[in-house]
Protein backbone atom coordinates (compact mmCIF):
# COMPACT_ATOMS: atom_id res chain seq x y z
CA UNK A 1 0.00 0.00 0.00
CA UNK A 2 1.33 3.42 -1.22
CA UNK A 3 2.15 6.01 1.65
CA UNK A 4 0.36 8.87 0.61
CA UNK A 5 1.31 12.56 0.68
CA UNK A 6 0.27 14.75 3.48
CA UNK A 7 -2.77 16.60 1.51
CA UNK A 8 -4.36 13.20 0.83
CA UNK A 9 -4.36 12.12 4.35
CA UNK A 10 -7.06 15.36 4.82
CA UNK A 11 -9.15 12.31 3.07
CA UNK A 12 -8.69 10.31 5.98
CA UNK A 13 -10.25 10.63 9.71
CA UNK A 14 -7.73 11.90 12.06
CA UNK A 15 -8.34 12.00 16.01
CA UNK A 16 -6.98 14.86 18.45
CA UNK A 17 -3.90 12.83 19.91
CA UNK A 18 -4.27 12.25 23.30
CA UNK A 19 -2.67 9.41 26.26
CA UNK A 20 -5.19 6.29 26.47
CA UNK A 21 -5.24 4.42 29.95
CA UNK A 22 -3.18 1.30 29.44
CA UNK A 23 -4.76 -1.75 30.36
CA UNK A 24 -1.65 -3.87 30.84
CA UNK A 25 -2.87 -4.42 34.21
CA UNK A 26 -6.17 -4.31 34.14
CA UNK A 27 -7.28 -6.27 31.24
CA UNK A 28 -8.93 -9.70 31.93
CA UNK A 29 -6.36 -12.95 31.03
CA UNK A 30 -8.12 -16.11 31.09
CA UNK A 31 -6.15 -19.15 31.11
CA UNK A 32 -8.12 -22.02 29.21
CA UNK A 33 -6.28 -24.50 31.81
CA UNK A 34 -7.77 -23.14 34.59
CA UNK A 35 -10.36 -24.98 36.21
CA UNK A 36 -11.92 -21.35 37.23
CA UNK A 37 -12.17 -19.66 33.47
CA UNK A 38 -15.88 -20.44 32.67
CA UNK A 39 -16.31 -17.74 35.78
CA UNK A 40 -13.64 -15.30 34.46
CA UNK A 41 -14.73 -15.40 30.95
CA UNK A 42 -18.64 -14.50 32.38
CA UNK A 43 -17.05 -11.84 34.30
CA UNK A 44 -14.70 -10.48 31.85
CA UNK A 45 -17.89 -10.68 29.31
CA UNK A 46 -19.83 -8.55 31.65
CA UNK A 47 -16.92 -5.90 32.44
CA UNK A 48 -15.16 -5.49 29.39
CA UNK A 49 -17.03 -7.35 26.62
CA UNK A 50 -13.24 -8.44 26.36
CA UNK A 51 -10.79 -11.18 27.41
CA UNK A 52 -7.28 -12.14 26.66
CA UNK A 53 -6.79 -15.80 25.88
CA UNK A 54 -3.47 -17.39 27.32
CA UNK A 55 -2.86 -21.02 27.45
CA UNK A 56 -4.88 -21.98 23.75
CA UNK A 57 -3.43 -24.77 22.48
CA UNK A 58 -2.88 -22.67 18.86
CA UNK A 59 0.99 -24.07 17.93
CA UNK A 60 2.91 -20.86 17.76
CA UNK A 61 4.42 -22.15 14.64
CA UNK A 62 1.22 -21.83 13.05
CA UNK A 63 0.46 -17.91 14.24
CA UNK A 64 4.34 -17.21 13.13
CA UNK A 65 3.86 -19.12 9.51
CA UNK A 66 0.51 -17.47 8.58
CA UNK A 67 1.86 -14.04 9.82
CA UNK A 68 5.21 -14.70 7.68
CA UNK A 69 2.94 -15.24 4.40
CA UNK A 70 0.85 -12.51 4.95
CA UNK A 71 3.40 -9.81 5.19
CA UNK A 72 5.26 -11.51 1.85
CA UNK A 73 1.07 -10.72 0.17
CA UNK A 74 1.06 -7.42 1.63
CA UNK A 75 4.40 -7.14 0.34
CA UNK A 76 3.62 -7.21 -3.64
CA UNK A 77 3.53 -4.56 -5.79
CA UNK A 78 -0.08 -2.86 -5.73
CA UNK A 79 -0.95 -4.30 -8.70
CA UNK A 80 -0.68 -7.89 -7.71
CA UNK A 81 -2.68 -7.22 -4.97
CA UNK A 82 -5.38 -5.41 -6.97
CA UNK A 83 -6.21 -8.54 -9.04
CA UNK A 84 -8.10 -10.27 -5.91
CA UNK A 85 -10.07 -7.16 -5.64
CA UNK A 86 -12.21 -5.49 -5.35
CA UNK A 87 -13.58 -7.49 -2.64
CA UNK A 88 -16.93 -9.03 -3.25
CA UNK A 89 -16.51 -8.88 -0.19
CA UNK A 90 -14.41 -11.32 -0.34
CA UNK A 91 -11.40 -10.86 -1.45
CA UNK A 92 -8.20 -8.08 -1.45
CA UNK A 93 -9.90 -4.09 -0.20
CA UNK A 94 -7.68 -1.20 0.38
CA UNK A 95 -9.12 2.20 2.28
CA UNK A 96 -12.48 1.91 2.01
CA UNK A 97 -14.54 -0.38 4.49
CA UNK A 98 -17.72 -0.94 3.73
CA UNK A 99 -19.86 0.52 1.16
CA UNK A 100 -21.02 3.83 3.10
CA UNK A 101 -18.35 6.04 2.74
CA UNK A 102 -15.75 4.79 5.94
CA UNK A 103 -12.09 4.60 5.03
CA UNK A 104 -9.18 3.39 6.90
CA UNK A 105 -5.20 3.57 6.62
CA UNK A 106 -5.75 -0.53 6.05
CA UNK A 107 -5.77 -3.09 3.12
CA UNK A 108 -6.59 -6.53 4.23
CA UNK A 109 -7.98 -9.68 3.19
CA UNK A 110 -11.24 -10.98 3.67
CA UNK A 111 -12.27 -14.79 3.60
CA UNK A 112 -14.90 -17.01 3.95
CA UNK A 113 -14.36 -20.04 6.32
CA UNK A 114 -16.92 -22.01 4.61
CA UNK A 115 -15.47 -24.67 1.68
CA UNK A 116 -19.21 -24.36 0.59
CA UNK A 117 -18.57 -20.94 -0.51
CA UNK A 118 -15.98 -19.63 -3.15
CA UNK A 119 -15.15 -16.59 -4.19
CA UNK A 120 -13.36 -15.51 -7.77
CA UNK A 121 -11.60 -12.71 -5.68
CA UNK A 122 -9.55 -15.19 -3.96
CA UNK A 123 -8.04 -17.40 -6.34
CA UNK A 124 -5.19 -14.71 -7.01
CA UNK A 125 -4.68 -14.64 -3.13
CA UNK A 126 -3.21 -17.74 -3.32
CA UNK A 127 -2.13 -18.24 -6.86
CA UNK A 128 1.50 -17.41 -6.05
CA UNK A 129 1.47 -19.29 -3.12
CA UNK A 130 -0.01 -22.96 -1.96
CA UNK A 131 2.24 -22.25 1.55
CA UNK A 132 -0.10 -19.01 1.90
CA UNK A 133 -3.36 -20.98 1.76
CA UNK A 134 -1.93 -23.67 3.96
CA UNK A 135 -1.05 -21.35 6.38
CA UNK A 136 -4.42 -19.98 6.10
CA UNK A 137 -6.34 -23.75 6.73
CA UNK A 138 -4.00 -24.55 9.38
CA UNK A 139 -4.86 -21.49 11.40
CA UNK A 140 -8.28 -20.92 11.15
CA UNK A 141 -8.61 -24.69 12.33
CA UNK A 142 -6.52 -23.64 15.32
CA UNK A 143 -8.41 -21.30 16.38
CA UNK A 144 -11.88 -22.30 15.42
CA UNK A 145 -10.79 -25.04 18.01
CA UNK A 146 -9.99 -22.83 20.72
CA UNK A 147 -13.34 -20.61 19.65
CA UNK A 148 -15.63 -23.33 20.21
CA UNK A 149 -13.76 -24.43 24.02
CA UNK A 150 -14.24 -20.75 24.48
CA UNK A 151 -17.94 -21.02 23.77
CA UNK A 152 -18.54 -23.98 25.39
CA UNK A 153 -16.78 -22.83 28.73
CA UNK A 154 -18.90 -19.82 27.98
CA UNK A 155 -21.93 -21.67 28.61
CA UNK A 156 -20.69 -23.35 31.43
CA UNK A 157 -19.80 -20.24 33.47
CA UNK A 158 -23.49 -19.07 32.65
CA UNK A 159 -24.99 -22.41 33.77
CA UNK A 160 -26.79 -22.84 30.54
CA UNK A 161 -27.25 -25.80 29.07
CA UNK A 162 -26.22 -28.10 26.24
CA UNK A 163 -22.77 -26.64 26.94
CA UNK A 164 -23.25 -26.21 22.87
CA UNK A 165 -25.63 -23.97 22.68
CA UNK A 166 -23.34 -21.63 21.48
CA UNK A 167 -20.75 -23.59 19.91
CA UNK A 168 -23.28 -25.48 17.84
CA UNK A 169 -23.71 -22.14 15.47
CA UNK A 170 -20.19 -22.05 15.02
CA UNK A 171 -19.49 -25.59 14.28
CA UNK A 172 -22.48 -25.87 11.79
CA UNK A 173 -21.64 -26.78 7.69
CA UNK A 174 -23.44 -23.45 6.85
CA UNK A 175 -21.75 -20.86 9.48
CA UNK A 176 -21.52 -17.67 7.92
CA UNK A 177 -18.15 -17.28 9.80
CA UNK A 178 -15.39 -15.57 7.87
CA UNK A 179 -11.39 -14.69 8.50
CA UNK A 180 -9.46 -11.32 8.03
CA UNK A 181 -6.60 -10.21 7.33
CA UNK A 182 -5.33 -6.60 8.54
CA UNK A 183 -2.44 -4.39 7.59
CA UNK A 184 -1.54 -1.17 8.57
CA UNK A 185 1.32 0.35 6.87
CA UNK A 186 3.26 3.07 8.98
CA UNK A 187 2.80 6.83 7.97
CA UNK A 188 5.90 8.77 8.78
CA UNK A 189 3.13 11.69 7.91
CA UNK A 190 1.82 11.76 11.09
CA UNK A 191 4.74 13.25 12.63
CA UNK A 192 3.31 16.52 10.49
CA UNK A 193 -0.37 16.42 11.80
CA UNK A 194 0.13 18.41 14.59
CA UNK A 195 -0.37 15.94 17.44
CA UNK A 196 -3.38 13.99 15.70
CA UNK A 197 -3.52 10.74 15.09
CA UNK A 198 -4.86 8.60 12.04
CA UNK A 199 -7.47 6.35 11.87
CA UNK A 200 -6.39 2.63 10.78
CA UNK A 201 -10.14 1.25 11.25
CA UNK A 202 -13.03 3.36 13.03
CA UNK A 203 -14.62 2.94 16.18
CA UNK A 204 -16.93 0.06 16.20
CA UNK A 205 -18.36 -3.19 17.05
CA UNK A 206 -18.30 -6.49 15.54
CA UNK A 207 -21.93 -7.79 14.65
CA UNK A 208 -20.85 -11.36 14.98
CA UNK A 209 -21.02 -14.02 18.03
CA UNK A 210 -17.32 -13.10 19.20
CA UNK A 211 -14.50 -12.16 17.40
CA UNK A 212 -10.85 -13.70 18.12
CA UNK A 213 -8.17 -11.44 17.17
CA UNK A 214 -3.87 -12.36 16.83
CA UNK A 215 -1.49 -9.56 16.31
CA UNK A 216 1.71 -8.55 15.76
CA UNK A 217 3.75 -6.90 18.24
CA UNK A 218 2.57 -3.24 17.30
CA UNK A 219 0.36 -1.17 19.28
CA UNK A 220 -2.83 0.50 17.91
CA UNK A 221 -5.84 -1.67 19.17
CA UNK A 222 -8.11 0.85 21.86
CA UNK A 223 -11.47 -0.71 23.25
CA UNK A 224 -13.90 1.93 24.77
CA UNK A 225 -14.41 0.95 28.65
CA UNK A 226 -17.60 2.03 30.45
CA UNK A 227 -16.62 5.14 31.38
CA UNK A 228 -16.47 6.27 27.99
CA UNK A 229 -12.71 6.60 27.76
CA UNK A 230 -10.41 4.36 25.31
CA UNK A 231 -8.05 2.10 26.52
CA UNK A 232 -4.88 0.70 24.72
CA UNK A 233 -4.30 -2.67 24.76
CA UNK A 234 -0.72 -3.82 24.70
CA UNK A 235 -0.11 -6.22 21.95
CA UNK A 236 0.86 -9.56 22.70
CA UNK A 237 1.65 -11.81 19.54
CA UNK A 238 1.40 -14.97 21.68
CA UNK A 239 -2.11 -14.42 22.76
CA UNK A 240 -4.97 -14.14 21.50
CA UNK A 241 -8.30 -11.75 22.27
CA UNK A 242 -11.90 -12.39 22.38
CA UNK A 243 -14.94 -10.01 21.85
CA UNK A 244 -17.78 -9.92 22.44
CA UNK A 245 -19.76 -9.40 19.29
CA UNK A 246 -23.50 -8.00 19.06
CA UNK A 247 -25.00 -10.95 18.28
CA UNK A 248 -23.61 -12.22 21.59
CA UNK A 249 -25.01 -9.43 23.44
CA UNK A 250 -28.37 -10.26 22.11
CA UNK A 251 -28.39 -13.86 22.92
CA UNK A 252 -27.52 -12.41 26.61
CA UNK A 253 -29.93 -9.88 26.67
CA UNK A 254 -27.42 -7.19 27.39
CA UNK A 255 -25.68 -9.21 30.23
CA UNK A 256 -22.76 -9.25 27.79
CA UNK A 257 -21.75 -6.24 25.80
CA UNK A 258 -20.60 -5.69 22.16
CA UNK A 259 -17.37 -3.82 22.46
CA UNK A 260 -16.44 -0.94 20.60
CA UNK A 261 -13.35 -0.85 19.81
CA UNK A 262 -10.49 0.94 16.79
CA UNK A 263 -6.86 0.93 15.41
CA UNK A 264 -4.60 3.96 15.19
CA UNK A 265 -2.10 3.89 12.79
CA UNK A 266 1.98 4.04 13.73
CA UNK A 267 4.27 6.66 12.38
CA UNK A 268 7.18 3.89 12.27
CA UNK A 269 5.84 0.25 12.62
CA UNK A 270 3.20 -1.61 10.44
CA UNK A 271 0.63 -3.39 12.67
CA UNK A 272 -0.94 -6.99 11.17
CA UNK A 273 -3.76 -8.63 12.96
CA UNK A 274 -5.68 -11.64 12.20
CA UNK A 275 -9.30 -11.91 12.73
CA UNK A 276 -11.93 -14.93 13.20
CA UNK A 277 -15.45 -13.94 12.92
CA UNK A 278 -17.76 -16.12 14.44
CA UNK A 279 -20.82 -16.03 12.67
CA UNK A 280 -23.78 -18.72 12.76
CA UNK A 281 -25.69 -19.91 9.32
CA UNK A 282 -27.52 -17.15 7.74
CA UNK A 283 -31.14 -18.44 8.55
CA UNK A 284 -30.28 -18.98 12.42
CA UNK A 285 -32.42 -16.98 14.65
CA UNK A 286 -31.03 -15.06 17.13
CA UNK A 287 -32.49 -14.26 20.13
CA UNK A 288 -31.91 -14.23 23.62
CA UNK A 289 -31.97 -17.46 25.23
CA UNK A 290 -34.66 -17.85 27.25
CA UNK A 291 -32.43 -19.39 30.55
CA UNK A 292 -31.05 -15.95 30.77
CA UNK A 293 -34.07 -14.25 31.47
CA UNK A 294 -35.42 -13.36 35.10
CA UNK A 295 -39.26 -14.81 35.40
CA UNK A 296 -40.30 -10.96 35.17
CA UNK A 297 -37.82 -9.77 32.83
CA UNK A 298 -38.54 -9.77 29.10
CA UNK A 299 -35.99 -9.85 26.28
CA UNK A 300 -34.39 -6.38 25.31
CA UNK A 301 -34.66 -7.27 21.76
CA UNK A 302 -37.02 -8.45 19.36
CA UNK A 303 -35.46 -11.87 17.39
CA UNK A 304 -34.49 -11.81 13.50
CA UNK A 305 -32.43 -13.99 11.37
CA UNK A 306 -28.52 -13.71 11.14
CA UNK A 307 -28.97 -12.85 7.65
CA UNK A 308 -31.48 -10.25 8.47
CA UNK A 309 -28.70 -8.20 10.82
CA UNK A 310 -26.11 -8.55 8.36
CA UNK A 311 -27.70 -6.73 6.07
CA UNK A 312 -28.62 -4.29 8.04
CA UNK A 313 -25.10 -3.68 9.44
CA UNK A 314 -23.36 -3.89 5.72
CA UNK A 315 -25.96 -0.60 5.37
CA UNK A 316 -24.74 1.17 8.34
CA UNK A 317 -21.69 3.43 9.00
CA UNK A 318 -18.99 1.91 11.32
CA UNK A 319 -19.73 3.84 14.38
CA UNK A 320 -23.14 3.42 13.51
CA UNK A 321 -25.27 1.77 16.82
CA UNK A 322 -26.55 -1.56 14.99
CA UNK A 323 -28.54 -3.20 17.45
CA UNK A 324 -30.59 -0.19 18.07
CA UNK A 325 -33.19 -0.85 15.18
CA UNK A 326 -33.69 -4.46 16.84
CA UNK A 327 -34.48 -3.45 20.73
CA UNK A 328 -38.02 -4.09 21.70
CA UNK A 329 -39.53 -0.16 22.42
CA UNK A 330 -42.44 0.92 24.26
CA UNK A 331 -44.22 1.43 21.28
CA UNK A 332 -44.21 -2.50 20.58
Same mark, same amino acid.
Given at each position: MVVLSQPALEHFSLIKACKPTSLSCGIPVIDLTDPEAKNHIVRACEEYGFFKVVN?????????? %?? *???????GLPQFEKDKAGPPDPFGYGSKRIGPNGDVGWIEYLLLNTNNRVTSNKTLPIFGHSQIFR?????? @??????????????????? $? @???RNVLSRLLKDDKSDSCFRLNHYPPCPELQALNGRNLIGFGEHTDPQIISVLRSNNTSGLQILLRDETWATVPPDHTSFFVNVGDALQVMTNGRFKSVKHRVLADTKKSRLSMIYFGAPPLNEKIATLPKL??????? %?? $??? *???EYKK????? $????? $???????TAAH
Open positions: HGVPLEFMAK %LE *TEAVKFFSAVDEY @ISAVKKMAFEVLELMADGL $R @IQPVEKEEES %LY $REF *TWCSAYKS $RLADY $RLGLFEK
